[in-house]
């Protein structure tokens, strides 16, 4: 009896200390649990209180471009493509990028680099469309973007779907947060150029009519513009991005039509002073 009484107590010992272990290893498997989800939670509510970083906004190119050659289309529609791929891109580039740098991280680092793009590749378009027509000019003034900021809210990245499609419509008709308020932009104004022109010989007629037309189809897209774009800029962005380049398209219209009539009969001079446009509130 004296002799098997040590190994009972050898063998208590040792269920007790096993016990122990597990409850000791149970504590700390609770506690590494409560930890790691501690810092989950902690990673998601930094996520859900970030800024939200708002758009990028751009005017659009498309409506301030001439009748395009189709020796010229596949090159400026790809062109289009781009900058609406830059759009996105810098949209993104938003998103992942929001908190950081200092106040001017966004105009150094985002739409600053954006616009270099974009005066090239506006400016590969109207390469494009001077090889075999008049050059569009002033169309740099369209490369500049703006930042449209949001309220506050979860900093989240865009769906592929509603991305695509809020460039898209940034670049078919720039802002249309305001559109429709014809009222609050005004409309342009221009003079008119039919009842300027001489009697214009029967070989050039067609010609005539068809550029005549071409000139109120560039009034009616930039009262377009205008009213998409109401709120946007500064105190000269209606004179820079859409005054500007609709009198260069009137020019080089008007130079056509002026350059079909000398075909045949003496060209008409002087007409390029109807031109210019003005805002009428």
């Not at 001439?66 to 891109?89: C, G, H, M, W």
């Amino acid at each position: 009896m004296s002799r098997a009484l040590p190994k009972y107590h050898k063998r208590r010992a040792v269920m007790i200390g096993g016990a122990a272990a597990v409850v000791l290893s149970g504590a700390v498997i609770a506690g590494s649990a409560l930890a790691g989800e501690t810092s989950k939670s902690g990673g998601q509510n930094a996520t859900t209180k970030a800024a939200s970083p708002g758009t990028v906004n751009c005017p659009a190119v498309a409506p301030s471009l001439p009748a395009v050659p189709a020796s010229a289309k596949a090159e400026v529609d790809r062109n289009l493509t781009l900058l609406n791929t830059q759009i996105s891109e810098a949209n993104k580039r938003l998103v992942d990028t929001v908190g950081q740098g200092g106040p001017n991280f966004v105009q150094n680092a985002i739409l600053g680099p954006l616009k270099d793009k974009r005066v090239a590749t506006i400016n590969r378009i109207a390469t494009a469309i001077g090889r075999t027509a008049a050059k569009p000019q002033g169309l740099d003034a369209l490369a500049p973007c703006t930042l449209n900021s949001a309220g506050g809210g979860a900093a989240t990245a865009p769906s592929s779907a509603a991305s695509a499609s809020a460039t898209a419509t940034a670049q078919a008709g720039g802002n249309t947060g305001n559109a429709g308020s014809t009222n609050a932009a005004g409309t342009i104004s221009c003079p008119d150029v039919a009842s300027k022109l001489p009697t214009i010989p029967a070989s050039a007629k067609a010609e005539v009519d068809r550029n005549l037309a071409l000139l109120n189809t560039q009034i009616s897209e930039a009262n377009t513009r205008l009213a998409n774009t109401v709120g946007q800029g500064g105190p000269h962005f209606v004179q820079n991005a859409i005054l500007g380049p609709l009198k260069d398209k009137r020019v080089s219209t008007i130079d056509r039509i002026a350059i079909s009539i000398g075909r045949t009969a003496a060209k008409p001079q002087g007409l390029d002073s109807l031109a210019a446009c003005t805002l009428t509130k």
